[in-house]
């Protein structure tokens, strides 16, 4: 009996979103969480796995690939040779060291710059046009890190990193959860720094289009425990489980989509932000960006009470003496 089908490497693959192709470098807790998060959604055709660990990498491909009957096709390459990688439209770098409990996200700098080093220029080497997604921590100092190694000629904004994306989502959950509601029924934006000095902008809280707070009424004690609770959830994650992974995998499979199917979405991620509120520095930060196919494309400029201003001003000095030697 033939079948006339042959099983040749060629055709065993039936690529139905073609050309579409994100890849994740560093395929830890994070990386694989975004990938299947990715995977689930179908967001790309081709998902590509970059780490350095090669055992460990062939067997989170193998796994994610015995699922297949049950998604999308979707390609899922994996290696630790950065060519696996050649014509992505997205690059998602999650590779370094993580959190130990207890330990703040400011930490992890100097173990982390120097992987960044070594990826970004391999990245560009492969995929000139990619728009780069940092996720790694201390998450807007790796992006302006990321920023400097690829130097001038790529076009700001293609290098941006996950930010606040994730920690708005944390505060409109518990908003949301607060008042009974769906998450969605809740809009509104942390910005600043992906960590400790984060600020939430209560003016820009919204429930069914509804203001929380009137503009410059100020947030009550109830408001800044959300925040903290904000602030303190991967701390206490992490103290619980070891690390993060779940959120960060969807927030950055959300990133993910807007950039692959240029939805121009507006969402909080990290980007340079000279020229607005009166930032005069190369501080890499977030606040609402719109995100397409080239990555960062506008930044908003959100309306901030006196004293929203007055604690962002705080979270990009912070910010600015861990990255003004970056760019000496
Ligand atoms: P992990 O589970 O230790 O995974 C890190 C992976 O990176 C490992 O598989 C390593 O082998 C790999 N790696 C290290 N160096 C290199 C290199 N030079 N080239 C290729 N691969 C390399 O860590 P986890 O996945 O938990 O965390 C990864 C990073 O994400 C950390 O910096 C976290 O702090 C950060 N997070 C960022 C979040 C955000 O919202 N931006 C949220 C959670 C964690």
């Keep these: 009996y033939t079948s006339g089908i042959e099983l040749t490497p060629e055709n065993s693959f039936h690529d139905k979103l073609g050309h579409k192709k994100v890849t994740v470098v560093g395929c830890g807790q994070v990386g694989m969480a975004i990938a299947y998060s990715m995977l689930n959604q179908t967001t790309a055709g081709t998902i590509a796995l970059v780490d350095m660990n090669k055992d460990k990498l062939e067997g989170e491909a193998k796994d994610l690939e015995q699922g297949s009957a049950f998604h999308q096709h979707v390609r899922i390459l994996a290696s630790d040779e950065y060519s696996v990688s050649q014509g992505s439209h997205l690059v998602i770098v999650t590779a370094g060291a993580a959190q130990k409990p207890g330990e703040s996200r400011l930490n992890l700098l100097d173990r982390n710059v120097g992987i960044m080093k070594n990826i970004i220029p391999q990245v560009l080497a492969f995929s000139p046009n990619a728009a780069i997604c940092i996720v790694a921590n201390p ?190």
Excluded at 241 to 265: E, M, P, Q
Aim: hydrophobic content about 40%; proline content about 4%; glycine content about 8%.
């Design 139 to 328: 998450v807007d100092i790796m992006t302006a890190v990321a920023a400097k190694i690829a130097g001038p000629s790529i076009a700001p904004g293609r290098i941006f990193g996950s930010g606040t994306c994730l920690d708005s989502s944390r505060l409109r959950s518990l908003i949301a959860k607060k008042l009974d509601l769906d998450t969605a029924a809740v809009t509104g934006y942390v910005i600043g720094e992906h960590g400790d000095s984060s600020v939430p902008v209560w003016s820009s809280v919204r429930v069914g289009g509804v203001p929380l707070l009137k503009f410059g009424q100020e947030p009550t004690a109830l408001h800044d425990a959300i925040h903290k609770e904000v602030v303190m959830s991967a701390y206490d994650v992490i103290q619980k489980k070891g690390y993060t992974n779940w959120a960060v995998g969807l927030t950055s499979s959300f990133i993910a989509n807007a950039v692959v199917d240029n939805t121009r979405h507006i969402m909080p991620v990290s980007t340079c932000v000279r020229g607005l509120y009166g930032i005069e520095e190369d501080i890499f930060t977030s606040m609402p960006c719109t995100v397409g196919s080239t990555g960062v494309q506008r930044v908003i400029n959100l309306p901030l009470t006196d004293s929203e201003q007055s604690k962002l001003k705080q979270s990009t000095l912070t910010l600015w003496e861990m990255q003004k030697g970056i760019w000496n």
